[in-house]
């Protein structure tokens, strides 16, 4: 693939937020229930479906595809990003005694395939190697990555919790660039503005994609300092912003980044995911979005 048709970041995330599915199968929703949910994102007009092979114990992508099935063109509506390569003890998999990542050509290819029947897909949207494997060199993932894309079985590559240095070289083996690193970042893990990780993506014109951009609720924590800091400050930035909650103005403050992180949302409950749509409309002031740098390290800037 030619340089000039290489796929972007805006091929597939079609949506400035991203509905995530790490714990879609929390409280045993039916697949109709499921079902409701994901196209309630759609009229919202959330389309990008974040999951892997390891959530909800390797069951959360066969749960996709027969929920998505059960609405006749839903998948066409549907960007799925899913990902691969760590493998951990399940009743599943009783022969492992320890978890492991494997992001080896060989391990890739079966765990694409198994995502494509489970999700009932010709094609996945966007594949990300879940964790660095330390164990397999750059070039055996990059070939399998390669294959993939070349089989027409992924349609984008991207990685996950990669560091710039990684990121960087798995790269430079790659047919057609990686387009996106999905990070951890929220007002309590700032360490993809430091390290270098989003300085890479504005370089490479890479979108990040921002997990847990609430701090798995932490933010909400009445016992944690920082979390009593922005819920103050955030109390004082209300008014300004139509009223906006601290869950709001914190998914703002995650896209307010100029390498424009994509959150991706984890609630279960609509109510939660509507909320969270209004805040991609949100544009924080320059001090404000410091005013929450600054509640959140409990200091102010070096």
Not at 112 to 124: D, F
Not at 126 to 136: E, G, I, N, S, Y
Not at 175 to 204: K, R, S, Y
Not at 243 to 248: C, D, I, K, P, S
Request: aromatic share 8%.
């Amino acid at each position: 693939m030619s340089a000039t048709s290489s796929p972007t970041s805006n091929d597939i995330f079609s949506s400035r937020m991203v509905y995530g599915t790490w714990r879609m199968l929390d409280g045993a929703p039916s697949n109709q229930e499921i079902n409701r949910r994901l196209n309630r994102c759609v009229e919202l007009g959330i389309t990008t479906i974040d999951t892997a092979e390891i959530y909800g114990g390797y069951n959360v992508e066969a749960a996709l595809g027969e929920a998505i099935a059960l609405s006749p063109g839903l998948n066409d509506k549907l960007r799925i990003v899913t990902k691969s390569g760590i493998y951990v003890p399940n009743p599943k998999n009783p022969e492992r005694t320890v978890g492991f990542y494997d992001a080896s050509a060989e391990q890739t290819k079966k765990s694409v395939e198994t995502s494509l029947r489970l999700l009932r897909r010709e094609k996945i949207d966007l594949f990300l190697v879940h964790r660095p494997d330390w164990l397999t060199s750059i070039d055996d993932t990059a070939q399998g990555l390669n294959a993939l894309m070349q089989e027409g079985k992924i349609q984008c590559a991207g990685v996950s919790n990669y560091t710039p240095t990684q990121f960087q070289a798995l790269n430079s083996r790659m047919d057609t660039p990686l387009i996106t690193n999905q990070v951890e970042f929220h007002l309590l893990n700032m360490d993809a503005v430091v390290d270098g990780t989003f300085d890479l993506c504005q370089q490479l014109r890479v979108q990040p994609m921002a997990w847990s951009p609430l701090a798995g609720g932490k933010l909400f924590d009445a016992s944690n300092p920082a979390a009593i800091r922005l819920a103050k400050a955030a109390s004082v930035l209300a008014s300004k912003y139509g009223g906006a909650t601290l869950e709001q103005l914190a998914y703002a403050w995650v896209m307010g980044h100029p390498s424009r992180p994509l959150p991706v949302i984890g609630t279960n409950k609509l109510e939660r995911i509507e909320s969270a749509v209004l805040a991609s409309t949100l544009t924080l002031e320059r001090e404000d979005w410091y005013a929450l740098w600054v509640a959140a390290n409990g200091h102010s800037i070096p």
